[in-house]
Nanobody
Framework: QVRLVESGGGLVQAGGSLRLSCAVS????????VGWYRQVPGKQRELVAH???????TYSESVKVRFTISRDNAKNTVYLQMNSLKPEDIAVYYC???????????WGQGTQVTVSS
C-alpha cells in the first residue's frame, strides 16, 4: 500500500519561507516522477512543481525562481522549498506520484499554506 504524508505547512508572513516535505511509503518512489500541486476552494488544481525520477524539474510560471523542488530517493521523500511567499500562494498543497500533466497515481492528504499580508 502506498501512502503519502505531507508536513511543513503553516502560517507565514508575506516574504517568508516554508519547506514542505512528503514521505512516500512503498518501493515505487525512486522510479516515478513526484511533485506538488495546490488547490484553492472553487478553483482548479494547479501544478506547482514536478521532478522526474532522473531529477528533471518543471515549475509553474507563478512559482518559478521562488520555489525549489528536490527529492531524496534514499529517504523516499520529496521537498518543496518555498521562498518569498505571497498571499496568492495560499492554498492546500498536495504531494503526488504521477506526471507533470497531473495524471496522478497517488496523492497525499494535503497541507495548508497560509500567507499573511
Amino acid at each position: 500500500q502506498v501512502r503519502l504524508v505531507e508536513s511543513g505547512g503553516g502560517l507565514v508572513q508575506a516574504g517568508g519561507s516554508l519547506r514542505l516535505s512528503c514521505a512516500v511509503s512503498g518501493t515505487i518512489f525512486s522510479i516515478n516522477g513526484v511533485g506538488w500541486y495546490r488547490q484553492v476552494p472553487g478553483k482548479q488544481r494547479e501544478l506547482v512543481a514536478h521532478i522526474t525520477s532522473t531529477g528533471r524539474t518543471t515549475y509553474s510560471e507563478s512559482v518559478k525562481v521562488r520555489f525549489t523542488i528536490s527529492r531524496d530517493n534514499a529517504k523516499n521523500t520529496v521537498y518543496l522549498q518555498m521562498n518569498s511567499l505571497k498571499p496568492e500562494d495560499i492554498a492546500v498543497y498536495y504531494c503526488y506520484v504521477g506526471d507533470s500533466q497531473l495524471r496522478l497515481k497517488y496523492w497525499g492528504q494535503g497541507t495548508q499554506v497560509t500567507v499573511s499580508s
